[in-house]
């Protein structure tokens, strides 16, 4: 021991026993050897071994030395590196090494030697663990805070050991790593940032995507020195944020995401730099902006992140960059919305009304995702979302952009098959979804052709599966038509009914291919493709594609044979998969992906493939209902009441039989409609009459055991049931006794003809109602008695005697259950005279005029023929309303219109003037639909002239939406059949003005020629029309129209030639329209592009060598004419109301005469629309983000839909204008109303309908000009002459109480045009209620003024005294074609069907709007 100590004083080097001198004059292996000997000695010596300590103290430095540590040999490296790391943990806390340099050469040799920490698979891997290890637990590297150099010595350190690190390595291994580490940071006085950012690097997303262990450490690292490191990290996110000093850090680019990392990691390491991203989240720089938000949405998403209730001046402050002025910034936002919600559901609420701001962003892009944001979180779980955000995506079906509306729709669609149809979140979750089947079918009243496509496509994937089995798909079609609102149901109705129409049109087409070549046959081929074109998306295109399949199934008869197949009424849906597979297969190619033509196919295939239908479906769906009858069905699970499923069911039934008739005819389905017959309720009764009818046309031959037992029961209700199922009855046999039903209906009539009687009033509305549609049917067959008949009792016993009297009453109407059943048996009278007439179709026996003049004389009567004054008033509405309706339908059958006098129509015209609202009412929907149909002749669209006086604004709104979508429909017409330029007189819009002046010449309140306030109404009236028709100058119709005034003022009235005061008003009134003209169109004075016609029943011929230039107007008149350009009338935007029961929609479908819109824009070269494209009809579609006006897309959203610019008028004038039109209606006749819900997010949509689209009120009433009344007259307001307005509005009628109903008759166009006005209110108009709070006033006309009240009876108001009435010379008019008498009992009896629908929706009526009435929603941003 002496010996070794004196070796250490002498500065030799002292080994262990056994171990020899080591030098570089050895071998490597002796090197080696000697070395694991010096490490076994270091390893088993402690810190307290003073004398062996002192003993190798020469050994300690020498393995230091450089020929050591600079060795070439790794083994040796490694076993020297073992060795000082027992030397630093023997010799603690004092290292034996006192040069600063050497202790860096030693440190940094030791870093060195941890990379073999790589390689765990080494021999010497334990080793080098055994080196981590030591050093770990000692905290050897923490000698070197003292040292000049630590920074780099560390920095190293890291460095290899974020490099060594992988997924070879065990947990003792990263634990002892993160020792080493954690002990500089946390025991160092600093951490420079080299260091921090050899740490933080590992944390960006692209190092973290290389190295996952290394990430790994980092993130256990920053954990365990949270607290110690967080300074540095706030200091260097201070610089590069707050003071952008990107120079610091090599990092600075990637700061965002190292935040996110960080706080992902701990959020305390960021205590004091988040407030730094609320000041980044207003900086001026977008793209910084951008980053910082998309930084946020990360923090506030993520599932476990509690920032938004920690810091919520940061949640605020990101909310608002929802709002941001950067479009990527506010899409970010939305997309992080999903997010959020998912993952944090007490945020909705923060978020829903930021959202819904966004869904009306002008970008499509951003409202796209707010959408996709939406649906993507309901999907994931309903309770989710809360009804304000789905209602954000009900109303982006609305939305401008294809695109987003797609989106919309089938994300609701996703969600509800999701929860109502799958029922994954319970009935709660269904239940509070229930409305998307409603708004999903509503969707089909858009007249978007892709719309309807994608509702359809939506329908049989989404809403019914097709691909479930039959008895499963007829049990969800069942449950979810009980379950639909009545504007739903009529959208499903009309779907199926286009679908079929479409069916045909193919069918047609077919025929028309296996035809020999010929022009006409080229021709005709030409005339169904377009047809077939404007059924499919994209006309232009899809044109040239269909004309390119007409070719195909000329050169392929498989393909033809398939598609014949495919449109056949018997073809099953496992037929129709199976040929539109073989059709598409046929025509696609493997080496064209993507081949348009075969798109449009699949597009047509689609829409005409049955793959709901056939006969194994009805008789499912008949097994339901008889489930449901029988009780056994799960009608109370499905929330149904069993009456109502039992109802639905049956109109379902109707329905299809209208569509698919053939898939009705099996034994057991006509003995289950048999049993549906004999049930209480009345409705499901009438629905089985109406299937037998529509279905039962073969039942003679080939059911004649069900016509056995089916006769006696029609027979019975024809004769004793309700009068609704009489009528069925009667058109049932009509249709199913083809052999006998002259026989049938001699049973029927002669019992019923017999049994007459009048005292019993009550015992006579069935059997007229019968004997009515017989002489409709066969008129022939009883002609002698029906003449008899209607001359003896329907007008000697029954219309001129009151036997009952009426109840003495205030009202102007009542409910239907309360009108006198003497009433409703002179109204079936009615009705019976004029369907005799309608069947009989000519007037050789003169009882045309006879009934005519019956017809007037109640209207002079005011419905009291026999003016005794025993009839009540509401007793009195009925019958005029009656007589009015009979009038229109007479004037349909060009053989009574001829003989329909001028003052005869002047008469039924004043109706549209009656003092009961429900009576102005009704009558205009007769009106329109005639109109629409092209029936009625087009002097009759004059008469909604007359509507600009009627108080209300809800029916001046109606008749104007009435007078644009009959100016469209024309229009349309003329440009789709280019060859009727011989009718174009009948036709042309423009031709109706000559009419409406000689209507209002001899409306009875303008009875003063001269009169300012009488001229005036003239001038609103004559603007009502005019405004409309010349919304766009195409072809100069304005000079047109010019041309037409003056050369009327050239004539004489044919009606009083002689009448020099008649003339006078004529030539005031056109002195009125020419001002119109003059002040609405800059246009007026080029030429005519044609000579107009004139009508020769109201004008003499023109005197062309006299020229009328003297100016017939008072000089006041002069102020009333403002200039400027007539609005384009707004088709389905503002104040839209329906045209008949709840949910009537306006829109321009395929009509009997194929008026829906085309490409094609040409007609007679000679007319004035000739230019006009498909842009200007009824079928364009309007925005929120586009003007609803035509004439102006960037303006005027706010201003006047009427071309009602004004000159500036003087404080005065303002004050002083009378107050006309602008009293609020009646609490009980028309309450103005809030929007529905996805229209009830815009600005406009807070007012009532009536404020909301239309002028200011100072403005006046909808469609007059200012009045700008002379200071004289301030205090002066016109007098009402008359009762043309109303007393009460009452409730509108049930119409008619079995007033022709559209019969749902297959495929003819007819029927579903009859069906466009009831409709399509509901999705295109808006439903009009009361403001809370604000109490409604009964509006008024003018107070009276002395002159005026004597110039026309009160009583007598809009109807000419019967002393005036002094029937005319006739004039010859132009004869319409007539129709067949069979075509004709057709029509009427589709007439019959669409009214009586019109009645059972009519059954309960409310003051103004009947329930669910909506307004055309405008298209939203």
Same mark, same amino acid.
């Given at each position: 021991m002496a010996?070794?100590?004196?070796?250490?004083?002498?500065?030799?080097v002292?080994?262990?026993?056994?171990?020899?001198?080591?030098?570089?004059k050895?071998s490597?292996?002796e090197?080696?050897?000697?070395?694991k000997?010096v490490?076994?000695?270091?390893?088993?010596?402690?810190?307290?071994?003073?004398?062996?300590?002192?003993l190798?103290?020469?050994l300690?430095l020498h393995l230091?030395?450089?020929f050591f540590?600079?060795h070439p040999?790794k083994?040796?490296r490694?076993l020297?590196?073992?060795?000082?790391?027992d030397?630093f943990?023997?010799y603690?806390?004092?290292?034996?090494?006192?040069?600063p340099?050497?202790?860096?050469?030693?440190?940094?040799f030791?870093?060195?030697?941890l990379k073999?920490?790589?390689d765990?698979?080494?021999?010497?891997?334990n080793?080098y663990?055994?080196?981590?290890?030591n050093?770990?637990?000692?905290k050897?590297?923490?000698?070197?805070?003292?040292?000049?150099?630590?920074?780099?010595?560390f920095?190293?350190?890291?460095?290899?050991?974020?490099?060594?690190i992988?997924?070879?390595h065990?947990?003792?291994?990263?634990?002892?790593?993160?020792?080493?580490?954690?002990s500089?940071i946390?025991?160092?006085?600093?951490?420079s940032q080299e260091l921090?950012?050899?740490v933080l690097?590992?944390?960006?997303?692209a190092?973290k995507n290389l190295?996952?262990q290394?990430?790994?450490?980092a993130?256990?690292?920053?954990k365990?020195?949270?607290q110690?490191?967080?300074p540095?990290?706030?200091?260097?996110?201070?610089?590069?944020?707050?003071?952008?000093k990107?120079s610091v850090s090599d990092?600075?680019?990637?700061?965002f995401?190292l935040i996110?990392?960080?706080?992902?990691?701990?959020?305390h390491?960021?205590l004091?730099?988040l407030?730094?991203l609320?000041?980044?989240?207003?900086?001026?720089?977008?793209?910084?902006?951008l980053?910082?938000?998309?930084?946020l949405?990360?923090?506030?998403?993520?599932?476990d992140s509690?920032?938004?209730s920690?810091n919520k001046?940061?949640?605020?402050c990101?909310?608002?960059r929802?709002?941001?002025i950067?479009v990527?910034?506010?899409?970010?936002?939305?997309?992080f919305?999903?997010h959020?919600?998912?993952?944090?559901p007490?945020?909705?609420?923060?978020?829903?009304?930021?959202?819904?701001?966004?869904?009306?962003?002008?970008?499509?892009a951003i409202?796209?995702?707010?959408i996709?944001s939406?649906v993507t979180?309901?999907k994931?779980d309903?309770?989710?979302?809360?009804d304000a955000?789905l209602?954000?995506?009900?109303e982006?079906?609305?939305?401008?952009?294809w695109?987003v509306?797609?989106?919309?729709m089938?994300?609701?669609?996703?969600?509800y098959?999701k929860?109502?149809l799958q029922?994954?979140?319970?009935?709660?979750?269904?239940k509070q979804i229930s409305?998307?089947?409603?708004?999903l079918?509503h969707?089909?009243?858009?007249?978007?052709?892709?719309?309807r496509?994608?509702?359809?496509?939506?329908f049989?994937q989404?809403?019914?599966p097709?691909n479930?089995?039959?008895s499963?798909r007829?049990?969800?079609?069942y449950?979810?038509y009980a379950?639909?609102d009545?504007?739903?149901v009529k959208?499903?109705?009309e779907m199926?009914?286009c679908?079929?129409m479409?069916?045909?049109?193919?069918?047609?087409?077919?025929?028309?291919?296996?035809q020999?070549?010929?022009?006409?046959?080229?021709k005709?081929v030409f005339?169904k493709?377009?047809?077939?074109?404007?059924?499919?998306?994209?006309?232009?295109k899809?044109q040239?594609?269909?004309?390119?399949l007409?070719?195909v199934?000329?050169?392929d008869e498989r393909?033809?044979?398939q598609?014949?197949t495919?449109?056949?009424?018997?073809?099953?849906c496992?037929?129709?998969?199976?040929?539109?597979?073989?059709?598409t297969?046929?025509?696609?190619s493997p080496?064209?992906p993507?081949n348009?033509f075969?798109?449009?196919v699949?597009?047509l295939?689609e829409?005409?493939?049955?793959?709901?239908i056939?006969?194994e479906?009805?008789?499912?769906?008949?097994?339901?209902?008889?489930k449901s009858?029988?009780g056994?069905?799960?009608?109370?699970?499905?929330?149904v009441p069993?009456?109502e499923?039992?109802?639905?069911g049956?109109?379902l039934?109707?329905?299809l039989?209208f569509?698919?008739?053939?898939?009705?005819?099996s034994?057991?389905?006509?003995e289950?409609l048999?049993g549906?017959?004999?049930?209480d309720d009345?409705?499901?009764a009438?629905a089985?009459?109406?299937?037998?009818k529509n279905t039962?046309s073969?039942?003679e031959e080939?059911?004649?055991h069900?016509?056995?037992?089916?006769?006696?029961?029609?027979?019975?209700?024809?004769?004793?049931?309700?009068?609704?199922q009489?009528k069925?009855?009667?058109?049932?046999?009509?249709a199913m006794?083809?052999?006998?039903r002259d026989?049938?209906?001699?049973?029927?009539?002669?019992?019923?003809?017999?049994g007459?009687?009048?005292g019993?009033?009550?015992q006579?509305?069935?059997?007229?109602?019968?004997?009515g549609?017989?002489?409709?049917?066969?008129?022939e067959?009883f002609?002698?008695?029906?003449?008899?008949l209607?001359?003896n009792?329907?007008v000697?016993?029954?219309l001129?005697?009151d036997?009952?009297?009426?109840?003495?009453?205030?009202?102007?109407w009542?409910?239907?259950?309360e009108?006198s059943?003497?009433?409703?048996?002179k109204?079936?009278?009615?009705?019976?005279?004029?369907?005799?007439?309608?069947?009989?179709?000519?007037?050789?026996?003169?009882s045309?005029?006879?009934?005519?003049?019956?017809?007037t004389?109640i209207l002079?009567s005011?419905?009291?023929?026999t003016?005794?004054?025993r009839?009540?008033?509401?007793?009195?509405?009925?019958l005029?309303?009656a007589?009015a309706?009979a009038?229109?339908k007479l004037?349909q059958?060009p053989?009574y219109h001829?003989?329909i006098?001028?003052e005869?129509?002047?008469?039924?015209?004043m109706?549209?003037?009656?003092?009961?609202?429900?009576?102005?009412q009704?009558y205009?929907?007769?009106?329109?639909?005639?109109l629409c149909?092209?029936?009625?002749?087009l002097?009759y669209?004059?008469?909604?002239?007359l509507?600009?006086k009627?108080?209300?604004?809800?029916r001046r709104?109606?008749?104007?939406?009435c007078?644009?979508?009959?100016v469209?429909?024309r229009?349309e017409?003329?440009k789709?059949?280019?060859?009727?330029?011989e009718?174009?007189?009948?036709?042309?819009p423009?031709y109706v003005?000559?009419?409406?002046?000689?209507?209002?010449?001899h409306d009875?309140?303008y009875v003063?020629?001269?009169?300012?306030?009488?001229l005036?109404?003239i001038k609103?009236?004559?603007?009502?029309?005019?405004?409309?028709?010349?919304a766009?100058?195409e072809?100069?119709?304005?000079a047109?129209?010019?041309k037409m005034v003056e050369?009327i003022?050239?004539t004489?009235?044919?009606?009083?030639?002689?009448d020099?005061?008649i003339?006078?008003?004529?030539?005031t009134?056109c002195?009125?329209?020419?001002n119109?003209?003059?002040s609405?169109?800059?246009?007026?004075?080029l030429?005519?592009?044609?000579d107009?016609?004139?009508?020769?029943r109201y004008?003499?011929k023109p005197?062309?060598?006299v020229?009328?230039?003297?100016n017939y107007?008072?000089?006041?008149m002069?102020a009333?004419?403002?200039?400027?350009k007539p609005?384009?009338?707004?088709?389905?935007?503002?104040v839209?109301?329906?045209?008949?029961?709840?949910?009537?929609?306006?829109q321009s479908k395929?009509?009997?005469m194929e008026?829906?819109?085309?490409?094609?824009?040409?007609?007679?070269p000679?007319s004035p629309?000739?230019s006009?494209?498909?842009?200007d009809?009824?079928?364009?579609d309007?925005?929120?983000?586009?003007?609803?006006s035509?004439?102006?897309?960037d303006k005027d959203?706010?201003k006047?839909?009427?071309?009602?610019?004004r000159?500036?008028?003087?404080a005065d004038?303002?004050?002083?204008?009378?107050?006309?039109?602008?009293?609020?209606?009646a609490?009980n006749s028309?309450?103005?109303?809030?929007?529905?819900?996805?229209?009830q997010w815009?600005d406009?949509?807070?007012?009532?309908?009536?404020?909301?689209?239309?002028?200011?009120?100072q403005?006046?009433?909808r469609?007059r000009?200012?009045?700008?009344a002379?200071?004289?007259?301030?205090t002066t307001?016109a007098t009402?002459?008359g009762?043309r307005?109303r007393?009460? +509005? $009452?409730?509108p009628p /049930?119409? *008619? !109480? %079995?007033e @022709?109903?559209e019969? #749902?008759?297959?495929? =003819? &166009?007819e029927a579903a045009?009859?069906?466009?006005?009831?409709?399509?209110s509901?999705?295109?108009t808006?439903?009009v209620?009361a403001?809370?709070?604000r109490p409604t006033?009964?509006?008024r006309?003018?107070p009276?003024s002395s002159e005026?009240?004597?110039?026309?009876?009160?009583?007598r108001?809009?109807r000419?005294?019967k002393?005036a009435?002094?029937?005319?010379?006739?004039?010859p008019?132009?004869t319409?074609a007539?129709?067949?008498?069979?075509? +004709? $009992?057709?029509e009427? /009896?589709e *007439? !019959? %069907?669409e @009214?009586?629908e019109e #009645?059972?929706?009519? =059954? &309960?009526?409310?003051?103004?709007?009947?329930?669910?009435?909506?307004?055309?929603p405008?298209?939203r941003?």
């Open positions: 010996h070794s100590k004196a070796r250490a004083a002498d500065g030799k002292t080994y262990p026993p056994g171990v020899k001198e080591i030098s570089d050895i490597k292996e090197m080696v050897r000697r070395l000997m490490v076994k000695t270091f390893m088993d010596m402690d810190q307290d071994s003073e004398e062996e300590k002192e190798y103290l020469n300690a230091a030395s450089d540590l600079k040999d083994d040796v490694l020297v590196a073992c060795c000082l790391a030397i943990r023997i603690a806390p004092e290292a034996p090494y006192t040069s340099d050497k202790l860096k050469d030693i440190f940094m030791i870093t060195r030697q073999g920490l790589e765990t698979k080494s021999a010497q891997f080793r663990f055994y080196l981590l290890e050093i770990a637990w000692v050897s590297y923490n000698i070197c805070f003292e040292l000049e150099d630590s920074n780099e010595i920095t190293q350190l890291y460095r290899t050991l974020f490099t060594v992988n997924n070879g065990n947990q003792k291994v990263h634990m002892h790593m993160v020792d080493l580490m954690s500089i946390c025991e160092g006085d600093t951490v921090l950012d050899t690097v590992n944390l960006v997303p190092h190295n996952k290394a990430y790994d450490l993130k256990a690292l920053l365990r020195t949270a110690a490191i967080e540095y990290i706030t200091n260097f996110f201070n610089q590069v944020l707050m003071l952008g990107t990092l600075s680019e990637h700061v995401d996110l990392e960080l706080y992902n990691i701990d959020s390491l960021l004091s730099v407030p730094q609320e000041f980044k989240l207003k900086s001026n720089d977008n793209d910084e902006r980053q910082v938000v998309k930084l949405a990360k923090m506030f998403g993520a599932k509690e920032l938004a920690q001046p940061l949640w605020q990101y909310l608002g929802f709002n941001d950067h990527p910034i506010r899409l970010e936002c939305v997309k919305a999903s959020c919600l998912m993952n944090h007490d945020l909705a609420k923060d978020l829903t009304e930021f959202l819904k701001v966004r869904s009306h962003d002008p970008e499509e409202r796209h995702d707010v996709v939406i979180a309901a994931k309903l309770a989710l979302v809360n955000l209602n954000f995506v009900k982006r079906t609305l939305d401008k952009r695109r509306r797609k989106e919309a089938m994300g609701l669609a996703s969600i098959r929860y109502s029922g994954e979140g319970g009935r709660e979750a269904s409305w998307i089947k409603d708004k079918l969707i089909y009243y858009q007249n978007s052709i892709d719309d496509l994608l509702v359809e496509r939506i049989a989404f809403m019914v097709h479930l089995e039959t499963e007829m049990k969800c079609l449950y979810l379950t639909l009545p504007n739903a959208a499903l109705n199926w009914k679908q079929n479409l069916r045909h049109h193919v069918k047609d087409l077919l025929d028309l291919v296996k020999p070549k010929s022009e006409t046959a080229s005709a005339a493709v377009m047809v077939i074109t404007r059924n499919l998306p994209d006309p232009g899809a040239d594609f269909v004309k390119k007409a070719q199934l000329d050169d393909i033809r044979d598609l014949e495919l449109v056949s009424p018997s073809c099953s496992k037929q129709a998969e199976v040929c539109v597979r073989d059709i297969k046929k025509l696609g080496k064209q993507t348009p075969l798109e449009m699949k597009f295939l829409r005409i493939a049955p793959v709901h056939d006969t479906s009805i008789s499912a769906l008949i097994k339901q209902v008889n009858i029988e056994t069905a799960d009608d109370e699970e499905e929330g069993t009456d499923a039992i109802r639905a049956l109109e039934l109707k329905v039989s569509t698919h008739p053939v898939s009705f005819h034994a057991e389905t006509f289950s048999l549906c017959l004999k049930m009345e409705k499901v009438e089985a009459l109406q299937i037998f039962g073969k039942m080939s059911f004649p069900i016509k056995s037992v089916l006769l006696p029961v029609l027979q019975a209700k024809a004769k004793r049931g309700p009068p609704r009489a069925y009855a009667i058109h049932c046999i009509h006794f083809t052999n006998s026989t049938h209906f001699a049973q029927i009539f002669e019992p019923l003809h017999k007459l009687d009048p019993n009033v009550e006579l509305i069935t059997p007229l109602t019968t004997l549609h017989l002489a409709l049917l066969a008129p067959q002609a002698a008695p029906l003449k008899s209607v001359a009792f329907i000697k016993d029954l001129m005697n036997r009952i009297p009426g109840k003495k009453t205030t009202k102007l009542v409910p239907d259950d009108v059943p003497e009433t409703l048996a109204i079936q009278g009615i009705k019976l005279m004029v369907r005799w007439l309608l069947g009989v179709k000519n007037n050789q026996s003169k045309g005029n006879s009934t005519l003049r019956m017809l004389a002079h005011d419905g009291d023929l003016e005794q004054g009839m009540g008033k509401p007793d009195m509405s009925r005029r309303l007589a309706c009038l229109l004037a059958e053989c001829e003989i006098t001028l005869q129509y002047q008469l039924c015209g109706v549209i003037n009656d003092e009961c609202y429900q009576v102005r009704c205009s929907q007769k009106l329109h639909r005639g149909r092209l029936r009625l002749p002097e669209l004059a008469v909604f002239a509507c600009a009627d108080p209300v604004k809800e709104a109606h008749a104007r939406q007078l644009v979508k009959n469209n429909i229009r017409y003329l789709q059949h280019a060859a009727v330029s009718k174009l007189f009948s036709l042309l423009e003005v000559p009419y409406a002046i000689h209507l209002l010449v009875p309140d003063k020629v001269q009169d300012i306030e009488q005036k109404e609103e009236s004559l603007w009502f029309v005019l405004e409309i028709i010349m766009k100058n072809n100069n119709s304005h047109f129209i010019r050369n003022k050239n004489k009235d044919a009606q009083a030639p002689n020099p005061k003339n006078e008003k004529l030539y009134v002195d009125v329209a020419m119109i003209i003059m609405k169109s800059t246009t007026y004075s030429e005519s592009p044609k107009p016609v004139l009508p020769s004008f003499t005197d062309k060598n020229s009328n230039t003297k107007l008072p000089p006041e002069k009333f004419f403002t200039p400027g609005k384009a009338a707004n088709v389905l935007g503002a839209n109301k329906p045209l008949a029961s709840a949910g009537k929609q306006l395929a009509s009997r008026t829906t819109s085309n490409d094609d824009s040409t007609s007679d000679s629309q000739r006009k494209t498909r842009h009809s009824t079928e364009m309007h925005s929120e983000n586009e003007d609803i035509l004439k102006s897309p959203i706010d006047p839909t009427r071309g009602r610019k000159a500036a008028v003087s004038d303002q004050d002083n204008k009378p107050k006309r039109g602008r009293k609020k209606a609490a028309t309450p103005t109303s809030v929007a529905e819900p996805e229209d815009d406009a949509e807070d007012r009532p309908e009536d404020e909301q689209n239309s002028p200011p009120k403005r006046g009433r469609g000009p200012p009045k700008n002379p200071p004289s007259q301030d307001p009402p002459k009762k307005g007393k009460k +509005a $009452a409730p /049930e119409e *008619e !109480e %079995e @022709e109903e019969e #749902e008759k297959g495929g =003819e &166009e045009e009859d069906e466009e006005e009831e409709d399509q509901s999705e295109n808006v439903e209620k403001k809370p709070g006033r009964t509006p006309r003018q009276p005026s009240a004597e110039s026309t009876p009160q009583k108001r809009g000419p005294p002393s009435q002094t029937p005319p010379a006739k004039k008019t132009p319409r007539g129709r067949s008498k069979a075509a +004709a $009992a057709k009427e /009896e *007439e !019959e %069907e @009214e009586s #009645e059972q929706q009519e =059954e &309960e009526p409310t003051p103004t709007t009947p329930k669910g009435r909506k307004k055309a405008a298209r941003r």
